[in-house]
């Protein structure tokens, strides 16, 4: 079996030079004077940031034959998140745990990371993220269950609005065995380090 190869190409493309126009023009319509030395090339770097965190890098899904028969649980703990709220286009960051049962096939351990960093890689909300990454490694592996737990702090929620400082959010998706059999979900949980 060859790799998949793995692109998210952005619906429209990126427009560097309409985005740091854009951000210049929000800047100046929120009252930042953006012509002093040190802010001139603000509308630059908001543009190459965002685009940056709107990207996620190609990879490969480099999977093996389950030649060994392994059925016990594979799971990455502390998979770093970095996304973007979709609602107040502010960060949210934290981490990952992200687990399956292998059924025929297994996945370069590697890979866990650049499937959580290729969704995250977009506007979003946690709960989405947390399924759509559950649900792409179920639809590609077809392993025996999977699961996906993200513990996020929202800057949306901590830096404005109701200001929660130091809350964090957890969304967890269950598919498979892992959903269905109580045991297999404690140990998911236990070894993940939910409480």
């Known amino acids: ?17 309409a985005a740091e126009r854009a951000a ?3 800047l100046r319509a929120l009252g930042v004077d ?7 090339a603000t509308p630059g770097r908001m543009a190459r940031a965002y685009a940056e965190l709107f990207t996620p890098r190609p990879f490969d899904l480099t999977t093996f034959p389950n030649d060994e028969g392994y059925d016990e649980l594979v799971l990455a703990r502390g998979i770093p998140v970095r996304s973007v ?62 699961g996906v737990v993200i513990e996020a702090e929202h800057t949306c929620m901590t830096l404005r609005g109701v200001r929660a400082v130091g809350s964090d ?12 059999d109580a045991r297999s979900r404690q140990e998911f949980f236990a070894l993940a380090g939910v409480k």
């Open 1 to 17: 079996m060859h790799a998949l190869r793995v692109v998210h190409e952005p619906a429209a493309g990126i427009d560097l030079d």
């Open 24 to 26: 210049g023009d929000l």
């Open 34 to 40: 953006t012509d002093s030395e040190s802010l001139r």
């Open 85 to 146: 709220c979709e609602h107040h286009l502010l960060p949210f960051v934290g981490v990952a745990h992200v687990g399956y049962l292998p059924a025929g096939r297994i996945l370069g351990l590697s890979k866990l990371a650049r499937v959580v960093e290729h969704f995250a890689s977009r506007p979003q909300v946690q709960e989405r993220l947390t399924k759509q990454v559950a649900d792409w490694l179920c639809e590609q592996l077809e392993p025996k269950g999977v």
């Open 169 to 180: 959010t957890v969304t967890s998706t269950l598919l498979g065995t892992l959903r269905s």
